[in-house]
T-cell receptor
C-alpha cells in the first residue's frame, strides 16, 4: 500500500532560522506531489505542488520544495521562517485518478 | 465565491444517533471528497465522487454513507454514530484531472464529538 512519511512530528524554530521538513513516499509509479498548510483554526491551503518538469518548485510565502525521484522525497524548505509560519504542514502524494495520500503532518512552532 | 463550505461547524452526538454533514462548493467542481483528520494520522479519505450522481469508497468508508444528488453538494451521513467516529471532517473539491485542475480545495472542517 502507498504511504507518505513525515518523520518530523514537531519542529520548533526561532524566527529567521531555516526550515526543512522531510517527506518520503512509497510508490514506484508516476506521482503528483503537494504540500498543504493548516494555520491554527483554519482549513488546509495549498502551499505548492509538483506535477512534472523542474523538480524545484516554488510556492507561496517563500516556500519551495524539491522532488528527488531517486530518493522518493519531496522536502519542503524555507530560508528564513517567520512567526506567522506557525502551522501544521502536510505532504500529500497523488498516485492515481483519485488517490491522494496524506502524511501525518508536521507541526511547526516559530518562536519570535 | 464562497469556495467550499461545510455545515455544521461543530456537533456533539450520542452513540447510536445519526446525522448528515453537508458540503457545498460554488466552483463548478466535478470531484468532491470527504476526509477525516485524526491526531497522528493525517487525513484519510472516506468517500469521494467524480461527478453528480456518483460515489465511491475511499480508504476508511465503514460506518459512513454519501450522496451527490446535486453537483455542488456532497453529503456525508453517519447512520449510527460510534465514539470511534469522533474526528474532524474535511470536505474538498477539485475541478478536473489535469494540471491546475488537480488541486484540491478544502472546506473549514466539521468537528464531531461522539459520546
Amino acid at each position: 500500500a502507498q504511504s507518505v512519511s513525515q518523520h518530523n512530528h514537531h519542529v520548533i524554530l526561532s524566527e529567521a532560522a531555516s526550515l526543512e521538513l522531510g517527506c518520503n513516499y512509497s510508490y514506484g509509479g508516476t506521482v503528483n506531489l503537494f504540500w498543504y498548510v493548516q494555520y491554527p483554526g483554519q482549513h488546509l491551503q495549498l502551499l505548492l505542488k509538483y506535477f512534472s518538469g523542474d523538480p524545484l518548485v516554488k510556492g507561496i510565502k517563500g516556500f519551495e520544495a524539491e522532488f528527488i525521484k531517486s530518493k522518493f522525497s519531496f522536502n519542503l524548505r524555507k530560508p528564513s521562517v517567520q512567526w506567522s509560519d506557525t502551522a501544521e504542514y502536510f505532504c500529500a502524494v497523488k498516485t492515481g485518478a483519485n488517490n491522494l495520500f496524506f502524511g501525518t503532518g508536521t507541526r511547526l512552532t516559530v518562536i519570535p | 465565491n464562497a469556495g467550499v463550505t461545510q455545515t455544521p461547524k461543530f456537533r456533539v452526538l450520542k452513540t447510536g444517533q445519526s446525522m448528515t454533514l453537508l458540503c457545498a462548493q460554488d466552483m463548478n467542481h466535478e470531484y468532491m471528497y470527504w476526509y477525516r483528520q485524526d491526531p497522528g494520522m493525517g487525513l484519510r479519505l472516506i468517500h469521494y465522487s467524480v461527478g453528480e450522481g456518483t460515489t465511491a469508497k475511499g480508504e476508511v468508508p465503514d460506518g459512513y454513507n454519501v450522496s451527490r444528488l446535486k453537483k455542488q453538494n456532497f453529503l456525508l451521513g453517519l447512520e449510527s454514530a460510534a465514539p470511534s467516529q469522533t474526528s474532524v471532517y474535511f470536505c474538498a473539491s477539485r475541478l478536473g484531472t489535469s494540471g491546475y485542475q488537480e488541486t484540491q480545495y478544502f472546506g473549514p472542517g466539521t468537528r464531531l464529538l461522539v459520546l
